[in-house]
């Protein structure tokens, strides 16, 4: 084979300049784009988030890995580790790879996970949702692991969803380091595709990410990898049939590649004569995508009022705000990609330049074509309903199946072959520094909480959505609800709707600002006068402002809609009281007893109306106030208050015997 590249003075040749060029254009462009910072690069942009020298410390490396001599010197020791790794068994190479890895995911782990969909996730596992219509089995894994670690201890969901992200990213890696890959996949080019492989940007999703994307994105990357490797050397049918079936069952979007699966059941149905053999695949297939079909048509049919239809998850091809051919959106999709797969796009781009072998496998390029056409369909028609820059997680899968596409066409094809192995070495360092950048910035709290307001910044399509999971994080984690009130005050527009008048009111309450409160939820209630959250900050509101009879209107309402909630009927017993409608406060109290049984408070509270019932009325309902009392200090054996009543209810009670 004829060496290209670098001579040995270090100087670079024809094709070393055509790899090397794009690589120092697009570190360029990272480097500028965090510096600057170019806002609309979001996906691009990382080094904003970081002091100036660790930007100093990013341009020092990608110098480094792009320079011929360091990078032939850095690609020979990297040569001879392959060597000594490779010596021991492959248990051993997966082994080390899922330890290695899994450590990497929890030191470098995300801390905030309230700025995507994942805490609805969260709440939904613990109210004790068990199923979840578009990622059926992705959801039923979490419950199962959420209900078998609960076996042993007390655990949130949270940590349940931290440590899935995590297992499932250790065997992914597992499975990437140990799979055997067919030439011309094997040496530097198999060691580059492994390399691409493992940092393309949707790695992200194995950091202890919170989200239903863990196994989504590691299924569909295998079922390409798995299906080449059928496709030249006919090995690894059923690993490619079962990653597919994991991939449609975990997020039904994942069905959409089912045409690319055809293809190898086409090539497996010429090979084999044997009917068992050549009809398996197709028929396990089928057999979970028809379930998966009647399950989704049955919840539409039961839950129609709650399930968005197809149309709408699908983009407009063009119109006024966002579409499939608007500006922003194109912006947002290249965003997608340099965020995803930077490093395979440089491959590809060095790769396409180059000669193709003259020996050819039936059914690669159809594969890999139908398998990029599918991705950019999916990145192009579907709607994300965040705007991308929040909903990366779910276009990670497809984007990056669109890059290890390109990828494994120009590898697989011999297009790779007549670069060096020092060149690949430089576009595989080039794609870990993009990743760690990526990384990092997630790694860090400050970081991504400055990273998510400055997303802010960039239109989600008029939802004010990226604001609410902010200030949903201040509110929740961090306490910080004047920074909630900011936040949720600088939506505007349709988006500021009756959720997020509640959530503003429901804040101002709790730090006790209660015109305000009142005058945020009389503004949220003209545009839904039925919502349960606002009619009860405005009577909670009226209340603490000395107007309990006006508050009686609003709680009461709030009361009818949801006659469990502790808060609402609590709020309605206090005002009854202060109104001395002593039988309806009764009766109000006591409803809050069934909400809160464990609640020391409405014990007394019972205990005291009967008592001073019996002083007003001159009824005998001792007893009563006895028997609750009692029950409230066995709740609360501390509260010296509660004795002092018992004393005071004896002592009339007694006097009431001698009379």
Not at 107 to 115: D, E, I, K, N, Q
Not at 376 to 399: E, H, M, N, Q, S
Request: hydrophobic letters at 50%.
């Amino acid at each position: 084979m004829i060496q290209t590249g670098a001579n040995r003075n270090g100087r670079l040749s024809g094709n070393g300049l055509r790899v090397i060029w794009p690589a120092a254009i697009l570190a360029a462009g990272y480097l500028i784009a965090g510096a600057v910072p170019i806002r609309a690069m979001w996906g691009f942009n990382h080094l904003y988030y970081f002091p100036h020298w660790a930007k100093f410390l990013f341009a020092v490396l990608f110098v480094l890995v792009l320079s011929p001599l360091t990078a032939r010197m850095l690609s020979g020791v990297l040569s001879q580790l392959q060597v000594s790794y490779c010596r021991y068994p492959r248990w051993v190479r997966g082994l080390t790879a899922a330890l290695l890895s899994g450590v990497l995911f929890i030191a470098l782990r995300v801390h905030v996970h309230s700025l995507g969909d994942g805490y609805m996730r969260i709440f939904q596992i613990e109210r004790g949702i068990t199923g979840l219509h578009t990622e059926p089995l992705d959801f039923f894994l979490h419950v199962m692991l959420y209900k078998f670690l609960n076996l042993f201890g007390t655990f949130g969901a949270e940590p349940v969803f931290v440590m899935y992200s995590i297992i499932c990213g250790m065997i992914f890696c597992g499975i990437v380091a140990t799979v055997t890959l067919p030439a011309p996949l094997d040496g530097p080019r198999g060691l580059l595709v492994r390399t691409l492989l493992l940092t393309l940007g949707g790695s992200q999703l194995f950091f202890g990410y919170v989200e239903s994307y863990s196994l989504f994105y590691p299924a569909g990357l295998l079922f390409v990898l798995f299906t080449v490797k059928y496709i030249l050397s006919g090995c690894g049918l059923l690993p490619a049939t079962l990653t597919f079936i994991i991939m449609a069952s975990t997020h039904l979007t994942g069905a959409l590649f089912f045409p690319a699966f055809l293809v190898i059941v086409w090539m497996n149905m010429k090979k084999t004569d044997r009917l068992f053999e050549k009809y398996i695949p197709l028929a396990l297939v089928l057999l979970v995508l028809t379930a998966l079909g009647i399950s989704e048509i049955n919840v539409r049919i039961k839950h129609a009022e709650y399930v968005g239809s197809i149309e709408a998850l699908l983009l407009p091809l063009y119109s006024s705000g966002y579409a499939m051919l608007s500006t922003v959106h194109l912006l947002d999709v290249c965003n997608q990609i340099l965020l995803i797969f930077p490093g395979g796009l440089l491959v590809f781009i060095a790769g396409i330049r180059q000669k193709r072998n003259s020996g050819s496998h039936p059914g690669l390029i159809p594969f890999l074509g139908l398998t990029a056409g599918l991705s950019l369909i999916y990145l192009f028609v579907i709607d994300p309903k965040l705007g991308y820059a929040r909903d990366w997680d779910l276009f990670a899968t497809p984007a990056a199946i669109l890059g290890l596409s390109m990828v494994l066409y120009v590898a697989a094809t011999g297009r790779l072959n007549a670069i060096t192995p020092t060149r690949l070495f430089s576009i595989g360092a080039i794609s870990v520094l993009f990743l760690g950048g990526w990384i990092l910035t997630n790694a860090s709290v400050s970081r991504q909480l400055a990273r998510a307001e400055e997303l802010l910044h960039l239109s989600d399509k008029g939802r004010g959505y990226g604001t609410e999971l902010l200030a949903h994080y201040y509110r929740y984690d961090v306490d910080q609800p004047e920074k909630v009130i900011e936040l949720l005050n600088g939506i505007t527009g349709p988006a500021k709707n009756a959720r997020v008048h509640s959530a503003i009111a429901m804040t101002e309450l709790e730090i006790g600002r209660y015109r305000d409160a009142l005058a945020t939820a009389r503004a949220g209630l003209k545009l839904d006068s039925t919502h349960a959250d606002m009619l009860f900050c405005a009577g909670r509101a009226l209340l603490e402002l000395g107007h309990p009879d006006s508050a009686l209107t609003y709680l009461m309402s709030a009361f009818a809609q949801k006659p469990d909630n502790y808060g609402y009927v609590l709020n309605l017993a206090r005002a009854f009281s202060r109104l001395k409608q002593w039988q309806n406060a009764l009766n109000a109290f006591k409803a809050t007893i069934h909400a809160e049984p464990t609640r020391s408070s409405s014990y007394f509270d019972v205990g005291y109306i009967y008592f001073h019932l019996t002083q007003i009325d001159s009824a005998n309902f001792y007893d009563s106030a006895y028997y609750y009392v009692e029950r409230g200090l066995r709740l609360n054996p501390d509260y010296t208050e509660g004795y002092q009543m018992l004393e005071a209810i004896k002592s009339a009670a007694s006097g009431a015997a001698g009379r």
